[in-house]
């Protein structure tokens, strides 16, 4: 059975940084890329930044470039998002999310909020 499970939301003031992860299992890990989404009110959800399997190329939305960090961890199937500088505009719910097999987590609440 396949899990996604993301931690490390919360609420944080503006400039601040958190750091989410994503616990995985039910599948070979290593051999997939895996994505970051975020979902805010109101909003469509948007990809935020992705890691490949193998060299673990990343890429990321415009928003979250200089400011966000996608890796992963293969011997703790775990993928991070490092997120620096919060922005209000960052709250929303992000996702953990394996493009090649359509798993997705359950999500974890970010809020930036003074």
């Known amino acids: 059975q396949v899990q996604l499970e993301e931690s490390g939301g919360g609420v944080v003031q503006p400039g601040g940084s958190l750091r989410l992860s994503c616990a995985a299992s039910?599948?070979?890990?290593?051999?997939?890329?895996l994505s970051w989404y975020r979902q805010a009110p109101g909003k469509e959800r948007e990809l935020v930044a992705s890691?490949?399997?193998?060299?673990?190329?990343?890429s990321y939305a415009e928003s979250a470039k200089g400011r966000f960090t996608i890796s992963r961890d293969n011997a703790k199937s775990t993928v991070y998002l490092q997120m620096n500088s919060l922005r209000p505009e960052d709250t929303a719910v992000y996702y953990c999310?394996?493009?090649?097999?359509?798993?997705w987590g359950q999500g974890t609440q970010v809020t930036v909020s003074s």
């Open positions: 890691i490949t399997s193998g060299w673990g190329a990343t």
């Open positions: 999310y394996v493009p090649r097999r359509d798993y």
């Open positions: 039910g599948f070979t890990f290593s051999s997939f890329g």
